[in-house]
């Protein structure tokens, strides 16, 4: 059921990512030209102390809007692990003295090559934020479970990525809590 790439030609390369046309068959036999984007992975981490969650919030250039979302950051350390920790360190100044990874998504399947590792960050403690210069003006905030459901059902967190973690939390059980819906 594997289609097999007869070829790619590279359109567009920055510093993270890359956006190619393949020419693709199927296990069919139909050939078409397929466009790819091609990302590293990125960690997205839940800050939670087992009261609160932490949010940033920061203008997103691609849809013209602000947005609260979980810490996240593109593979640039030693290990997707490492990247998790200095995300949350660099984002919002939490240092985690328990993190693992709780599962994996795909972004965007259908266009896109990456993959997003989600880590649980607990045991947490306050330190300083060393903000990169396109994060500047990023904002921080922390929300009982019931706020962040009320973000959601108001649209005021709309990252996709954010919202498929919660729900991870949710049905893993890893709030240590007896529902939601508090």
Known sequence: MKWKKLSSKTIYRNNWMEVA???????FGKKFTF???????FALIIPWNGRHLFLVG???YPVDKFSWEFPQGHFE????????KEELREETGLTAHKIREISRLFLAPGLASQICHVFLATKLSQG???LQESEKGMKLKRATLKEFQNMIIKGLIKDSPTIAAFGIMIVKNLFKFSGTRK
């Open 128 to 130: 300083k934020r060393e």
């Open 21 to 27: 046309e393949d020419r693709v068959v199927t296990e």
């Open 58 to 60: 920061q203008y997103r």
């Open 77 to 84: 350390h030693k290990s997707i692990n490492e990247t998790a």
């Open 35 to 41: 466009g790819v984007v091609r990302k590293k992975p």
